[in-house]
C-alpha cells in the first residue's frame, strides 16, 4: 500500500518534552511559582500562544512573556550541556522510509524556526520535505489545521497519511483531520478516550519501524 507519514516533533523524534519540564521548573523555583509543573504538562502539544494563555491565567500576576524567554534560556542551556536526544528509533525509522520513497513531513506546535532548528542541530533536516510549526497556523492541536496543512502540502488525502504523535492534543487532532493516528506515548498519560481514536500504540518508533514495514 501506499501512504506518507506526518510526524509530530516534541516527544515523538526528540526526548525534548523532559527537557522543557526541568526546565519550567528551573524558573518557577527562581521565581518562587508554586504547581508549575501540572500547568506546563497542560501546555505540551499546544502552540506557544496556547501556552502563553494557560500560563498566564495560573500565574496572572507574573510577566509570562518574560519567563517564557527566560524558561527558553535554560532550555537551551540545558539542550547545550545534555545534547539534543533522539528517541529510540528514530533514526532507523527515518532512514527506511526515506529508502522507500515514503513521503515525510513534519507538523510541530513548536514555531517553524525552533523546528528547523532542532532539524538541523541533529542533521536530520533532510528527511523533511514539509515542515509546519505552530506560528503556520490559526488554530493549534488539538484541532486539525496542522494536520490537514501537512497533508495538503504533501499533496495526500489525510486518510491515506500516518500521524505519529504522543499527546492527546496530537493525536486528537490528527483524528479530527482524519488520518491514521499512531500513538508512541511519552511523559503525558494518555486518556482511555484518545488510546481509543490512535489505530495502534507503540512503545517506540522501532516498533512503528516494524509495523510499516509488513506494509510495503
Same mark, same amino acid.
Given at each position: 500500500m501506499s501512504f506518507s507519514v506526518v510526524f509530530d516533533m516534541d516527544g515523538v523524534i526528540?526526548?525534548?518534552?523532559?527537557?522543557?519540564? !526541568?526546565?519550567? &521548573?528551573?524558573?518557577?523555583? *527562581?521565581h518562587g511559582l508554586e504547581n508549575v509543573e501540572p500547568h506546563a504538562r497542560e501546555c505540551i502539544g499546544r502552540s506557544t500562544k496556547d501556552s502563553i494563555a494557560i500560563l498566564q491565567a495560573a500565574y496572572p500576576q507574573?510577566?509570562?512573556l518574560a519567563l517564557k524567554d527566560e524558561c527558553v534560556a535554560e532550555f537551551k542551556r540545558m539542550i547545550a550541556a545534555e545534547g539534543l536526544k533522539l !528517541?529510540?528509533? &528514530?533514526?532507523?525509522?527515518? *532512514?527506511w522510509l526515506k529508502a522507500n520513497g515514503i513521503k515525510t513531513a513534519i507538523a510541530s506546535s513548536t514555531e517553524y524556526k525552533g523546528v528547523m532548528s532542532h532539524l538541523k542541530t541533529a542533521g536530520i533536516d533532510?528527511?523533511?520535505g514539509t515542515v509546519i510549526g505552530g506560528d503556520m497556523v490559526i488554530n493549534s492541536k488539538p484541532e486539525p489545521e496542522i494536520y490537514l496543512k501537512a497533508c495538503a502540502a504533501l499533496g495526500e488525502a489525510p486518510a491515506d497519511?500516518?500521524?505519529i504523535e504522543d499527546s492527546n492534543n496530537g493525536i486528537i487532532s490528527a483524528h479530527r483531520a482524519?488520518?491514521?493516528?499512531?500513538?508512541?506515548?511519552?511523559?503525558?498519560?494518555?486518556?482511555?478516550?484518545?488510546r481509543k481514536m490512535a489505530e495502534c500504540e507503540f512503545v517506540s518508533l522501532a516498533e512503528v519501524l516494524q509495523f510499516f514495514e509488513t506494509l510495503v
Amino acid at each position: 500500500m501506499s501512504f506518507s507519514v506526518v510526524f509530530d516533533m516534541d516527544g515523538v523524534i526528540f526526548d525534548t518534552e523532559t527537557v522543557g519540564l !526541568k526546565a519550567w &521548573a528551573a524558573v518557577g523555583k *527562581r521565581h518562587g511559582l508554586e504547581n508549575v509543573e501540572p500547568h506546563a504538562r497542560e501546555c505540551i502539544g499546544r502552540s506557544t500562544k496556547d501556552s502563553i494563555a494557560i500560563l498566564q491565567a495560573a500565574y496572572p500576576q507574573v510577566d509570562i512573556l518574560a519567563l517564557k524567554d527566560e524558561c527558553v534560556a535554560e532550555f537551551k542551556r540545558m539542550i547545550a550541556a545534555e545534547g539534543l536526544k533522539l !528517541k529510540e528509533g &528514530a533514526n532507523d525509522l527515518l *532512514r527506511w522510509l526515506k529508502a522507500n520513497g515514503i513521503k515525510t513531513a513534519i507538523a510541530s506546535s513548536t514555531e517553524y524556526k525552533g523546528v528547523m532548528s532542532h532539524l538541523k542541530t541533529a542533521g536530520i533536516d533532510e528527511y523533511f520535505g514539509t515542515v509546519i510549526g505552530g506560528d503556520m497556523v490559526i488554530n493549534s492541536k488539538p484541532e486539525p489545521e496542522i494536520y490537514l496543512k501537512a497533508c495538503a502540502a504533501l499533496g495526500e488525502a489525510p486518510a491515506d497519511c500516518f500521524a505519529i504523535e504522543d499527546s492527546n492534543n496530537g493525536i486528537i487532532s490528527a483524528h479530527r483531520a482524519g488520518m491514521r493516528a499512531l500513538l508512541v506515548p511519552d511523559i503525558v498519560e494518555n486518556t482511555p478516550e484518545v488510546r481509543k481514536m490512535a489505530e495502534c500504540e507503540f512503545v517506540s518508533l522501532a516498533e512503528v519501524l516494524q509495523f510499516f514495514e509488513t506494509l510495503v
